[in-house]
């Protein structure tokens, strides 16, 4: 979907998660992340991680 290989998107993830803006979690074999609900700005940066999706038509396309 984001046409980029799997380990970029796994290490912008464990940049991500290392500087404590998504949380990561074992579901099964995958692993499952989500924004850091202790994050100062977690509402403002889920609006803005929003507004990128719903602006780009592929992603909503893929979503729903």
């Not at 929003?50 to 909503?60: H, T």
Request: charge should be positive; glycine fraction near 6%.
């Amino acid at each position: 979907m984001l046409a980029v290989p799997v380990s970029a998107v796994s290490r912008a993830l464990a940049g991500l998660e290392r500087e404590a803006l998504v949380v990561g979690r074992c579901v099964g074999r995958s692993r499952v992340y989500t924004l850091n609900p202790r994050y100062f700005a977690k509402q403002e940066l889920a609006a803005y991680v929003l507004r990128l999706a719903d602006a780009d038509a592929d992603l909503r396309a893929a979503s729903g």
